[in-house]
């Protein structure tokens, strides 16, 4: 099967910054979707950006312009660089990864979810 080990979150005070990061790992072999989302409490999950093998990238409209989702291929991670944070950014970040992997010498699709990271962003 996959797995995915995220890492990243943390405390951070409005208008700051973090990383995370989402590394997948298992017997892949080929990997279509790579995406962050979100769940704040009370709240459902809600999409936060995905990145494609072909590069292009999509946005919720709440963070357009200040996070940016990227992938290295050869590692099967993908990244969301999160500025200009705000405090409703604060939520549990999950990353999800789509594609095919080998069982029993025959290929199937997968989708994964990532354990969660806790982002909280102080004002």
């Known amino acids: 099967q996959v797995q995915l080990v995220e890492s990243g979150g943390g405390l951070v005070q409005a208008g700051g910054s973090l990383r995370l990061s989402c590394a997948a790992s298992?017997?892949?072999?080929?990997?279509?979707?790579m995406g962050w989302y979100r769940q704040a409490p009370g709240k459902q999950r809600e999409l936060v950006a995905t990145i494609i093998s072909g590069g292009r990238e999509n946005y919720a409209d709440s963070v357009k312009g200040r996070f940016a989702i990227s992938r290295d291929n050869a590692k099967n991670t993908v990244y969301l660089q999160m500025t200009s944070l705000k405090p409703e950014d604060t939520a549990v970040y999950y990353c999800?990864?789509?594609?095919?992997?080998?069982?029993?010498?025959?290929?199937?699709?997968?989708?994964?979810w990532g354990q969660g990271t806790q982002v909280t962003v102080s004002s």
């Open positions: 999800n990864v789509q594609g095919s992997l080998w069982q029993r010498l025959v290929r199937a699709e997968f989708a994964s």
């Open positions: 298992g017997n892949i072999f080929s990997i279509n979707v």
